[in-house]
């Protein structure tokens, strides 16, 4: 048969289709990188067959025994170790068939093809055959396809996997978006020992009326996972000694009137009680804990070295303030730090937003007052967003209301603001002035 050699892959020109597998062997000696590669789920050669997923979804897929002993200790173990067994047929329940060709696909063709719907399962196959490389390759896409969505979930599988960078990860998203990670789906879906480590946490930043509406919507989830009848009493009985790390004293009263007072988990003597905590001079004796949480810690990159007031400057008449930004770690930010009047007190209306490569990811409608110092004030977004390092984004703000203030000068185009260096320039959003070397938008508020 006639060899086609084009860009150093070889193309075959089989006259007999019955000799397909035979020549592709051959083709392979050829190229000695190929070897192993025409081998992955092909039957020619195979001594070994697996039997892979659970029963009604399973599927058989051929190996050959020396590949995979090369590219797993436990493969070799399982084959040429000292209480080896001649099996011909290998069951394997309690990995899904997607995942354990995605690890096959690894050892025989050095290929790493992973998707969102089957990583966490190729990481449990990976972690049990011992096939670290691929088992960080999972891990990193987790990491990079973490959000608020996903946290929680990905929070109890990194325990389990025993990945500490990974579980690092999950707490920075669920302490900085506490509130969009605890009324994500996927917070229904934790196992109790996760629930308890979330609800225990100091750093939560959340208002304690959501933590008890998700704490309520996981037992709900809960009770179905136990086939029980998602009633009051069976919800506050998968709940367990867990309600008690929920900080109910720490309430707005009305949250706890109009909502967890009202809700029947609590019974009539801890609702008494409560109630009597929040109004009694003599406050009794809670099992709930009474001490707020701590919540984390805002930070403030401050990118001007001074401000300044003139007349005439700075105006505000629709236009929007636009800076562009990028950070070399992660981070979430919260809101901005915004001028206010240099005319003595004054109330400003504000459209703040934030954009990646156009597209916006938050904004919001927002009031604040300034007392006509040169101090900068606080404007939020309703959840902090998540930053990514090394990519630029855009915040803007539309401000409406007195028309002089005061505004930044001597801007820097790198700030290090703790363990985060923020890097500024000029946004072609920006149609008021705002830059790197001068004008609004002085502060980024964020957690790291």
Request: glycine share 6%; charged share 20%.
């Amino acid at each position: 048969t006639p060899v086609r050699q084009q860009q150093n892959t070889p193309v075959l020109e089989l006259p007999c289709p019955g000799l397909q597998s035979d020549c592709k062997i051959m083709a392979a000696e050829l190229y000695p990188t190929k070897k192993n590669s025409v081998m992955f789920n092909n039957e020619t050669m195979a001594d070994v067959h697996f039997v892979v997923g659970p029963p009604g979804g399973t599927q058989r897929v051929p190996g050959h025994k020396y590949v995979l002993a090369v590219g797993s200790s436990v493969f070799h173990a399982m084959f040429y170790g000292e209480l080896a067994e001649d099996q011909e047929e290998i069951r394997i329940p309690d990995v899904e068939p997607p995942s354990f060709l995605a690890m096959m696909k690894y050892i025989y063709c050095d290929e790493i093809d992973l998707c969102a719907d089957t990583v966490l399962a190729t990481l449990y196959a990976a972690k049990k055959y011992i096939v670290p490389h691929l088992a960080r390759a999972c891990v990193n896409f987790l990491e990079t396809s973490l959000s608020a969505k996903n946290a929680c979930v990905l929070l109890s599988q990194s325990c389990l996997f025993e990945e500490p960078d990974l579980t690092q990860r999950c707490w920075e998203v669920i302490d900085a978006q506490a509130e969009l990670a605890l009324r994500s789906e996927g917070f229904c879906d934790i196992d109790s020992q996760t629930l308890e480590s979330i609800l225990k946490r100091e750093t939560l930043n959340a208002k304690e009326m959501v933590v008890f509406e998700a704490a309520l919507n996981w037992a709900e989830a809960e009770c179905q996972r136990q086939d029980l009848s998602p009633t009051i009493e069976n919800r506050r009985l998968v709940l367990g000694k867990a309600i008690y790390l929920i900080r109910i004293p720490t309430m707005v009263l009305e949250d706890f009137a109009d909502g967890a007072a009202q809700s029947g988990v609590l019974t009539l003597n801890e609702t008494n009680d409560i109630f009597l905590w929040f109004t009694a001079a003599k406050k009794p004796e809670l099992l709930f804990c009474s001490k707020p949480r701590k919540g984390l810690a805002p930070q403030r990159c401050h990118r001007f070295q001074s401000c300044a007031y003139r007349s005439n400057q700075w105006r505000y008449r629709g236009r929007c303030d636009s800076i562009q930004f990028a950070v070399d770690k992660r981070v979430f930010i919260a809101g901005f730090g915004l001028y206010g009047s240099s005319c003595g007190s004054a109330e400003y209306s504000a459209k703040i937003e934030l954009k990646r490569q156009g597209v916006s990811m938050a904004q919001r409608n927002i009031k604040y007052f300034s007392d006509g110092s040169s101090s900068t004030f606080p404007v939020s977004f309703d959840y902090p967003v998540q930053i990514e390092p090394d990519t630029f984004y855009t915040a803007s703000v539309v401000l409406d209301g007195n028309e002089l203030s005061y505004f930044g000068q001597e801007g820097m185009t790198e700030v290090q603001c703790g363990k985060v260096t923020f890097q500024f320039q000029c946004s072609s959003d920006s149609t008021n002035g705002t830059g790197v070397q001068g004008g609004q938008i002085p502060e980024l508020v964020f957690y790291a």
